[in-house]
């Protein structure tokens, strides 16, 4: 899994980037200044949890643990539901989507605490 993660990471950060160009040069004009922010908030977690990924890869490289597995499907997953429903509820103009985000949250709050399980209580221990 780790080179997955490794390969997702890689490719949320550089979305990231990419995505927070956009929104700096093609939503700026187009958006009101609090839904740029919601935008803003979108690619700063996606890029946050793209570098977990990263950086929960290469923890995978030196120990295994089922944890870290777990951690890396649950940033994917707060990437895809939390990032997401943001550039879903300031593309479309669709609020509802707001009600989605915080399933997204706590998905990283869980990959969070698997991954802290993970470091610590690597397999074998």
Same mark, same amino acid.
């Given at each position: ?24 040069h ?23 949890h793209?570098?977990? /990924?990263? @950086? =929960?890869? +290469?923890?995978? #490289? ?5 944890w870290?597995?777990?951690? *890396?499907? !649950? $940033?994917?997953?707060?990437i ?5 429903? /943001?550039? @879903? =509820?300031? +593309?479309t103009g #669709?609020?509802?989507?707001g ?5 997204? *949250?706590? !998905? $990283?709050?869980?990959g ?14």
């Amino acid at each position: 899994m780790r080179v997955a993660f490794l390969r997702i990471g890689i490719t949320a950060a550089g979305l990231a980037v990419a995505l927070g160009a956009f929104g700096a040069h093609a939503l700026k004009a187009r958006l009101t200044a609090a839904d740029l922010a919601i935008f803003e908030t979108g690619v700063r977690y996606q890029m946050y949890h793209g570098l977990a /990924l990263l @950086a =929960l890869s +290469l923890l995978g #490289a030196q120990q295994a643990s089922p944890w870290l597995d777990r951690a *890396g499907w !649950a $940033f994917i997953v707060g990437i895809v539901v939390f990032s997401g429903s /943001l550039y @879903a =509820l300031v +593309l479309t103009g #669709a609020r509802w989507w707001g009600a989605v985000t915080p399933f997204g *949250g706590v !998905a $990283f709050l869980i990959g969070w605490l698997c991954f802290g399980l993970g470091a610590w209580r690597p397999v074998g221990r």
